[in-house]
């Protein structure tokens, strides 16, 4: 049709076609169903020719969107191999070059289907245009407006065919740079830095297309088929579906923010495999640039990796960039995910969170009123990882090796060996705005939402056999235990886990078959050691295996921390004098205790923690509400107590936290020199005092816990002197807080004694279990725990 014809049709099909075959289908298919229709091409880029501005004069003109989609035919994906195969198979039929349109036609008839995007007339997209972009209807913009609507309509009707897990984003910058806010935004930065507005536009324009994602459904299969690997062989993964669901029926109204735990490298690629397999829309995964190397940066852009750099300062205009970019997003009701802990840990339990993306989604909810977003907590925990020997060697002070090509070529080979299970479980999902409003007004606001991720993220974590395994043989110390042995150690693990009600993996430690697997399985890996050279096989901790046995022990502590804390305070119950107020001086312990290791865990609130003590207590003694309650009916709840966690959960950190403390009383006044060199002092200080036996745990040398330590000391204000105060001298407070370490060490030391005792016993190589040694008895016979004078 010629233009003049063009301006007389009452509808005009909009169709989107990539080669002579597409349009040709498209062309046929409009005969049939629109006779009489004018046909305009548009790009898949949403670009717009100057016949669609033609066709947009009359309110009344109809507008249909039409595409070719190529569809491939279901078949059998079961198992890995299969499924790598299809997805593969997908993302070439997807991407075919256009020259292969004819061919693929020819054979495959049924694979070419013609989507149809909801019609609209121009009246109603005016209408939409003036309302989006703040302009006058027929202003300049309005024929790409309506392309890119043509496009979005057919996105969304591809959708019906292919599913949600391909709802991508189109031309975000464009849209964002288009809007009625942009030119705001860009004259309030230029009032804040005091640049010109055409450069700040420019800068703001330039880390917009730096950050965003550039999603494509065949870039999605293409990127699937080749990180697959990566995880498909190494584990069987175990989903929570009815946590999914519940998920499904949230995100019909409100964009979902995933915020998991951080283990493995793998973490994004099994929960987007996951939520594919589920048919949920991809999510844009925020990730550091150090990952955006070739052929990574290149593939995770078009599959949903939002690359943002590590480190940006005082950079306001990025800081801008990233929180309109996360506004857009959140309207748009895209999906995000980003990794709450900041990096992957290297102890095996949650580090602090870090808050700042969660400032700048906080920021864009606040400059968008009627927005809200739920943030959904999540666990992927592993029976094992192959990369967390590398990390264990990081905690012993070698340097982080730098991700690139070699680097990723050594983990998809390593990949390769199957070992165990990786489980996904969803935490409740709550509302943003309702968390800050619960949180109140403050500094400590965005904290309190974060630690609330994190607590949930532990109640849904499930203790493994792993973890239960490694607990065992690390309690028993140096000590070679029989297969029989470590089931009569795990048992009461395993009995108050599930007291608690938490899941353990019953055929993996309640069956002789299944525990042997489960260490066959950590002898492979070297972690394990077993001796069959005598009557019958024994295991323990391989030599220099510690910290990766204590990385798999870690994943189950918080499972275990008010237990333990519980222990220590009765112990210190035990000693108190007959007239003490032993409910206060319980109470007193336990906050005493909280606020020492404040920085390694996640506590409930003050209220819940009370709560969690007293169940504890029923655990431990149900009869204890009936008792006279004097310090010798506590001293006899723990030794008839059939387990006593304290030493196993909280001597590492209390170790790491020795040392540090000791290193600054060395310091005396002085103020502390450069971090990496204070850690690089406490490493090496560390492994002298664990060679003296001054140290319990080789665990506990550990780079990562000696800069939570410092943490502590920060907070206690003894890391640096500053202004001063009423409080004691700097060198003085550091002595005291040695002094508090070292007090509750020489406690879990004797709860040690006591719980070594209770194993001689169920081990069948002792007699009845002794009462505690009174406090101070253990430091005073081993001497000072620490080498500074």
Same mark, same amino acid.
């Given at each position: 049709?010629?233009?003049?014809?063009?301006?007389?049709?009452?509808?005009?099909?909009?169709?989107?076609?990539?080669?002579?075959t597409?349009?040709?289908?498209?062309?046929?298919?409009?005969?049939?169903?629109?006779?009489?229709?004018?046909?305009?091409?548009?790009?898949?880029?949403?670009?717009?020719?100057?016949?669609?501005?033609a066709?947009?004069?009359?309110?009344?003109?109809?507008?249909?969107?039409a595409?070719?989609?190529w569809?491939?035919?279901?078949?059998?994906?079961?198992?890995?191999?299969r499924?790598?195969?299809?997805?593969?198979?997908?993302?070439?039929?997807?991407?075919?070059?256009?020259?292969?349109?004819?061919?693929?036609?020819?054979?495959?008839?049924?694979?070419? @289907?013609?989507?149809?995007?909801?019609?609209?007339?121009?009246?109603?997209?005016?209408?939409?245009?003036?309302?989006?972009?703040?302009?006058?209807?027929?202003?300049?913009?309005?024929?790409?407006?309506?392309?890119?609507?043509?496009?979005?309509?057919c996105?969304?009707?591809?959708?019906?065919?292919?599913?949600?897990?391909?709802?991508?984003?189109?031309?975000?910058?464009?849209?964002?740079?288009?809007?009625?806010?942009?030119?705001?935004?860009?004259?309030?930065?230029?009032?804040?830095?005091?640049?010109?507005?055409?450069?700040?536009?420019?800068?703001?324009?330039?880390?917009?297309?730096?950050?965003?994602?550039?999603?494509s459904?065949?870039?999605?299969?293409?990127?699937?088929?080749?990180?697959?690997?990566?995880?498909? #062989?190494?584990?069987?993964?175990?989903?929570?579906?009815?946590?999914?669901?519940?998920?499904?029926?949230?995100? #019909?109204?409100?964009?979902?923010?995933?915020?998991?735990?951080?283990?493995?490298?793998?973490?994004?690629?099994?929960?987007?495999?996951?939520?594919?397999?589920?048919?949920?829309?991809?999510?844009?995964?925020l990730?550091?640039?150090?990952?955006?190397?070739?052929?990574?940066?290149?593939?995770?852009?078009?599959?949903?990796?939002?690359?943002?750099?590590?480190?940006?300062?005082?950079?306001?205009?990025?800081?801008?960039?990233?929180?309109?970019?996360?506004?857009?997003?959140?309207? #748009?009701?895209?999906?995000?995910?980003?990794?709450?802990?900041?990096?992957?840990?290297?102890?095996?339990?949650?580090?602090?969170?870090?808050?700042?993306?969660?400032?700048?989604?906080?920021?864009?909810?606040?400059?968008?009123?009627?927005?809200?977003?739920?943030?959904?907590?999540?666990?992927?925990?592993?029976?094992?990882?192959?990369?967390?020997?590398?990390?264990?060697?990081e905690?012993?002070?070698?340097?982080? #090796?730098?991700?690139?090509?070699?680097?990723?070529?050594?983990?998809?080979?390593?990949?390769?060996?199957?070992?165990?299970?990786?489980?996904?479980?969803?935490?409740?999902?709550?509302?943003?705005?309702?968390?800050?409003?619960?949180?109140?007004?403050?500094?400590?606001?965005?904290?309190?939402?974060?630690?609330?991720?994190c607590?949930?993220?532990?109640?849904?974590?499930?203790?493994?056999?792993?973890?239960?395994?490694?607990?065992?043989?690390?309690?028993?110390?140096?000590?070679?235990?029989?297969?029989?042995?470590?089931?009569?150690?795990?048992?009461?693990?395993?009995?108050?886990?599930?007291?608690?009600?938490?899941?353990?993996?019953?055929?993996?430690?309640?069956?002789?078959?299944?525990?042997?697997?489960?260490?066959?399985?950590?002898?492979?890996?070297?972690?394990?050691?077993?001796?069959?050279?005598?009557?019958?096989?024994?295991?323990?901790?391989?030599?220099?295996?510690?910290?990766?046995?204590?990385f798999?022990?870690?994943?189950?502590?918080?499972?275990?921390?008010?237990?333990?804390?519980?222990?220590?305070?009765?112990?210190?119950?035990?000693?108190?004098?007959?007239?003490?107020?032993?409910?206060?001086?319980?109470?007193?312990?336990?906050?005493?205790?909280?606020?020492?290791?404040k920085?390694?865990?996640?506590?409930?609130? @003050?209220?819940?923690?009370?709560?969690?003590?007293?169940?504890?207590?029923d655990?431990?003694?149900?009869?204890?509400?009936?008792?006279?309650?004097?310090?010798?009916?506590?001293?006899?709840?723990?030794?008839?107590?059939?387990?006593?966690?304290?030493?196993?959960?909280?001597?590492?950190?209390?170790?790491?936290?020795l040392?540090?403390?000791?290193?600054l009383?060395?310091?005396?006044?002085?103020?502390?020199?450069?971090?990496?060199?204070?850690?690089?002092?406490?490493?090496?200080?560390?492994?002298?005092?664990?060679?003296?036996?001054?140290?319990?745990r080789?665990?506990?040398?550990?780079?990562?816990l000696?800069?939570?330590?410092?943490?502590?000391?920060?907070?206690?204000?003894?890391?640096?002197?500053?202004?001063?105060?009423?409080?004691?001298?700097?060198?003085?407070?550091?002595?005291?807080?040695?002094?508090?370490?070292?007090?509750?060490?020489?406690?879990?030391?004797?709860?040690?004694?006591?719980?070594r005792?209770?194993?001689?016993?169920?081990?069948?190589?002792?007699?009845?279990?002794?009462?505690?040694p009174?406090?101070?008895?253990?430091?005073?016979?081993?001497?000072?725990?620490?080498?500074?004078?």
């Amino acid at each position: 049709m010629t233009t003049d014809e063009l301006i007389g049709t009452s509808e005009v099909v909009v169709v989107q076609a990539r080669s002579h075959t597409e349009r040709g289908i498209l062309r046929r298919w409009a005969e049939d169903h629109h006779p009489g229709a004018a046909v305009v091409l548009i790009s898949d880029r949403s670009e717009a020719p100057a016949t669609l501005g033609a066709v947009l004069r009359g309110e009344d003109t109809l507008i249909v969107p039409a595409r070719v989609t190529w569809v491939t035919p279901e078949a059998d994906q079961s198992g890995a191999v299969r499924k790598l195969r299809g997805l593969a198979t997908t993302a070439v039929m997807r991407m075919a070059w256009s020259p292969l349109h004819p061919t693929m036609a020819r054979h495959r008839p049924d694979a070419a @289907r013609v989507v149809v995007g909801e019609p609209a007339t121009v009246g109603e997209l005016e209408t939409r245009f003036a309302a989006q972009e703040n302009v006058r209807p027929h202003s300049d913009g309005f024929a790409r407006f309506v392309a890119r609507q043509a496009v979005l309509a057919c996105d969304r009707a591809e959708r019906r065919i292919l599913g949600d897990r391909y709802k991508v984003p189109r031309r975000m910058v464009e849209q964002i740079t288009s809007s009625a806010r942009f030119p705001a935004l860009v004259g309030r930065l230029a009032g804040r830095t005091g640049r010109p507005a055409a450069e700040i536009e420019e800068r703001l324009t330039s880390c917009l297309h730096e950050m965003a994602a550039v999603q494509s459904p065949p870039m999605i299969d293409v990127f699937r088929a080749m990180m697959g690997p990566m995880h498909a #062989k190494a584990w069987d993964v175990q989903v929570d579906e009815s946590g999914l669901e519940r998920l499904r029926e949230l995100n #019909k109204e409100h964009a979902l923010v995933f915020l998991p735990s951080h283990r493995s490298y793998a973490d994004p690629l099994v929960l987007a495999e996951v939520l594919h397999d589920r048919n949920f829309p991809r999510n844009h995964v925020l990730g550091g640039n150090n990952l955006s190397f070739w052929p990574m940066g290149a593939l995770g852009r078009r599959a949903g990796v939002v690359f943002i750099r590590r480190s940006f300062g005082g950079d306001t205009v990025y800081k801008a960039a990233i929180q309109e970019y996360l506004g857009h997003l959140l309207a #748009k009701r895209f999906n995000l995910e980003w990794y709450i802990e900041g990096g992957r840990s290297r102890t095996g339990k949650l580090r602090p969170p870090r808050i700042g993306l969660l400032r700048y989604l906080v920021a864009a909810l606040e400059d968008r009123p009627g927005l809200d977003a739920i943030l959904v907590p999540v666990s992927i925990a592993y029976d094992q990882l192959h990369e967390v020997g590398a990390m264990a060697a990081e905690q012993r002070g070698d340097p982080k #090796k730098a991700e690139g090509l070699a680097w990723l070529y050594r983990y998809f080979r390593e990949q390769s060996r199957h070992i165990g299970a990786a489980r996904v479980r969803i935490a409740e999902p709550f509302s943003l705005r309702a968390a800050l409003d619960e949180a109140g007004e403050g500094p400590a606001q965005l904290e309190k939402v974060a630690f609330r991720v994190c607590t949930g993220i532990n109640a849904v974590t499930p203790a493994t056999a792993t973890s239960l395994a490694t607990f065992a043989l690390l309690s028993a110390r140096d000590r070679a235990l029989t297969l029989q042995q470590v089931r009569d150690v795990v048992a009461p693990l395993a009995d108050y886990l599930e007291a608690r009600g938490v899941p353990v993996p019953i055929a993996e430690l309640r069956t002789r078959h299944g525990l042997r697997m489960t260490l066959d399985r950590l002898a492979e890996a070297g972690v394990v050691t077993i001796y069959e050279g005598g009557t019958e096989p024994v295991f323990s901790i391989s030599s220099g295996r510690h910290h990766v046995a204590a990385f798999y022990r870690n994943g189950t502590l918080h499972h275990l921390l008010t237990r333990a804390l519980l222990e220590v305070a009765l112990l210190r119950v035990g000693d108190a004098g007959d007239g003490d107020d032993l409910v206060d001086l319980a109470w007193r312990e336990l906050a005493r205790l909280r606020d020492l290791l404040k920085f390694e865990f996640f506590f409930p609130t @003050r209220r819940g923690f009370r709560d969690e003590i007293l169940h504890e207590l029923d655990l431990l003694d149900p009869d204890w509400r009936q008792r006279a309650g004097a310090p010798a009916d506590v001293r006899a709840a723990l030794r008839r107590a059939p387990l006593l966690v304290a030493p196993g959960v909280l001597r590492s950190f209390l170790d790491a936290q020795l040392v540090v403390a000791d290193r600054l009383v060395a310091l005396g006044d002085a103020p502390l020199p450069e971090e990496k060199e204070f850690l690089d002092d406490c490493l090496g200080v560390g492994r002298q005092m664990l060679m003296q036996r001054r140290l319990d745990r080789p665990d506990s040398v550990s780079r990562e816990l000696y800069a939570t330590a410092l943490r502590q000391a920060e907070n206690r204000g003894i890391r640096t002197a500053g202004p001063v105060t009423a409080g004691p001298p700097l060198a003085e407070a550091r002595r005291a807080w040695l002094d508090e370490v070292t007090a509750v060490i020489d406690d879990l030391g004797r709860l040690g004694d006591l719980e070594r005792a209770r194993l001689e016993v169920v081990l069948g190589t002792g007699d009845d279990v002794p009462p505690a040694p009174p406090a101070g008895a253990r430091q005073r016979a081993e001497g000072d725990s620490g080498v500074a004078s």
